[in-house]
C-alpha cells in the first residue's frame, strides 16, 4: 500500500528523512481491526518523529500520522482513537497507562491507505462532519478538550490566554473555549493569524508577550520556552497554566518565585480518552463548530504540508485525503 514514512533522523532538517512510497499492509493482531484511511491529519508530533524523539532508529521505517477518519471492515465512518493503551493499566484511562503510545510510535500511523487499531479504538464518526474534518480531532483538538474542559478547573466566563494562535492546539483551544462561553484571548507573532483568531471567536488578541489588560484565569501554553516567562507573569494569582508542548524548547527559566509568591498551579495534559472524543465529536455536531482546515492537500504532497508545518506557515490543521 502507499503511505508516508519516517526513514531516517535529521534533528535539524526533519524533512530530510521522509519518504513516500509502498510499504506492507500493517499487521493486525488479536482483537484489532483494520480502517481504510479517507483523511489523515499532521501534527507537530509528525515533526517530532522526524527529528527522532520519541522513536528509535530500529524502529524505522515507521509509517507516520497519528490522526484519521475512515471507513470500517464493516463499513462504518469511523474516527481513530490515536492512543494506543489499556485503560486498566492507567487506573481507568489509557492516557495514563504507562506503556501507551500514539499511532506512529510502536505501531504504524495514519499517513497510508489502511492503518490497523485495536477495536476499541474506533469511534463512530457524526455525519455531520466531513473525513476532513473528523480527522483532525484525535490529536489536536481531543487535547484542546481535555486541557479546557478537564484540566483547566475553570468555568465557562473566566478568562483564558491561549498562546500561538496559529496552531493546531491553538486554534482548537480557540474555537472550543468561545462555543463553551470562555472569554479566549490570544497572542501570535503574526497580525494575519491575530485576524483569523479574532473570526474564530477570540475576544481579543495580542502580540506575542505583550502586556495584557488584565491578568488572566488561565493560559493554555503549546510554544514552551519562547512564550513561558510570559504566560507565567500573565496570570493572576492562584491562576492555573496549563501545558501539553514545548514547541521552542522545554527548558525556559521556571520561574520559581512568581509561582510560589502568586500561588500558581503548572498541570500538564496529554491527548484524551476516548469517551472524551466521542464527547468532542458531539460537542461539534451539536454546537456547529469546525475545525479550520488551513489545507487539504494528497497523501503524497505530504511534505508540501510539513514544509509549512515546519515554517510555522499555518493557521488551524493540515489534512491529507487518500
Ligand atoms: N501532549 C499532547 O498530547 C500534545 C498534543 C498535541 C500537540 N502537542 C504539542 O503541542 C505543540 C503544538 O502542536 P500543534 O500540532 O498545535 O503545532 P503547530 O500547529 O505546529 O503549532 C505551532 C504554533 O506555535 C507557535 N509558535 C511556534 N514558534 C513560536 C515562537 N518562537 N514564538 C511564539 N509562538 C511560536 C505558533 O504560533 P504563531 O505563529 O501564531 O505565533 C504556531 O502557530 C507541539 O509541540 C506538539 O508536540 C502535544
New binding site residues.
Partial sequence: MFAVSAVRFDADDPLNGLEAGERPEPEVPEGWTTVTVRAAS????D??SLRGVGLREEQLPMILGCDAAGVDEDGNEVIVHAVIGDPDRGGGDE?LDPRRS?LSERYPGTFAEKVAVPRRNLVPKPKELSFEEAACLP??W??AYRMLFEKSGLEPGSTILV??????????LIALGAAAGYRIW?????EA??KR?LELGADAVFE?GARLPERVDGVME??????WAHSVKSLRPGGRIVT?????GQQPGAELNRVFFTQLSVV????GTRDQLVRLARFLAVTGVRPPIDRVLPLAEARQGLEA?AR?D????IVLTV
Avoid at 499532521?42 to 508530533?45: K, S, V
Avoid at 501539553?244 to 521552542?248: D, E, L, S
Avoid at 499555518?314 to 490543521?317: D, R, T, W
Fill in positions: 499532521l501534527n507537530h508530533h515533526l517530532w492516557t500514539l490529536t489536536a481531543l487535547t498562546q500561538g494562535a496559529g496552531g493546531g492546539v491553538a486554534t482548537a490570544a497572542t501570535s507573532r503574526s493569524k491575530r483568531a506575542s503549546t510554544v514552551g520556552q519562547a512564550t501539553c508542548g514545548a514547541t521552542t500538564g495534559s496529554t491527548m508545518m510555522g499555518l493557521f488551524g490543521k
